[in-house]
């Protein structure tokens, strides 16, 4: 399927060794302005030294990453990443949490509280406000750090396994949640996943990785697929186990 959006991400031959170890070998790829691209591979394969490596928090070993035709660069580019881990700052209230981002791009204080409160409200946040982390659940936690991440208008998404330790239900409620914003404000989203039902349920595309030294093995596209999407349509079922065959490496 033709995808007439502008190219916004562009990976070409990225490598990344670790002395003689070889992570990741020689991917390329592009994503397009607005898209939600989701990442998935075996146990093992490198996906957070994926992320880590396509954000530039490590350097390459070769090849590049550009972003609207230029090399990431975080003077000039505005790029978030939400990690596994649990992030909200405890000190920090909901508003001061998804607020910090705006204040260290130096956005003017007076286009804050409207940024602030317009995120809260399309991510059920605003009653939590005032609450503290240790106030809130999991659930609520993980829409606070996707606000946060959503606030300052990326160039580029990452998030790197944000649900994994959440309920499944938990877990259903928040991935619609992130569609629904992701649809209303038209970011460029790359989603890291263990979970195959979850990257066909949220992505345009899927990215499959080989085991290390990790290559791309397919680009798969949903995007066929309108959401919300019903996990027992025989459509994601198939997408689902071919991309549960791919990612096998047994």
């Known amino acids: 399927m033709e995808d007439s959006r502008a190219v916004k991400i562009e990976v070409r031959n990225l490598s990344k060794h ?20 989701c990442v998935v591979g075996p146990t093992g394969c490198g996906k957070t030294t994926f992320c880590n490596v396509v954000t530039s928090l490590l350097p390459v070993t070769s090849g590049s990453i550009a972003i609207d035709d230029d090399a990431i660069d975080f003077k000039k580019h505005n790029v978030s990443f939400v990690f596994q881990e ?10 001061e949490n998804i607020k910090i981002g705006l204040t260290i791009k130096n956005i003017p204080e007076k286009e804050i509280p409207d940024r602030v409160n317009n995120i809260m409200e399309l991510t059920g946040l605003t009653r939590f406000r005032d609450f503290y982390p240790n106030q809130l659940s999991a659930g609520t936690k993980q829409r606070v750090v996707v606000a946060r991440a959503f606030v300052t208008e990326p160039d580029m998404l990452l998030m790197d396994e944000p649900f994994g330790q959440l309920d499944t239900s938990t877990r259903f409620h928040i991935e619609n949640l992130l569609i629904e914003l992701w649809q ?34 397919e680009m798969v596209d949903v995007r066929h697929l309108p959401h919300p999407r019903n996990i027992a349509d025989p459509e994601f079922v198939r997408l689902r186990n071919h991309i549960t065959d791919l990612v096998k490496w047994w």
């Open 86 to 95: 649990p992030s909200c700052l405890p000190w920090r209230t909901v508003y």
């Open 18 to 37: 670790f002395g003689e170890l070889v992570v990741l070998d020689d991917i390329s790829f592009n994503i397009h302005k607005g898209e939600f691209l």
């Open 184 to 217: 209303k404000t038209g970011q460029t989203v790359i989603f890291v996943t263990h979970n195959l039902e979850e990257s066909v349920y949220l992505a345009e595309r899927v990215l499959v990785l080989t085991p290390k030294p990790t290559h791309v093995k």
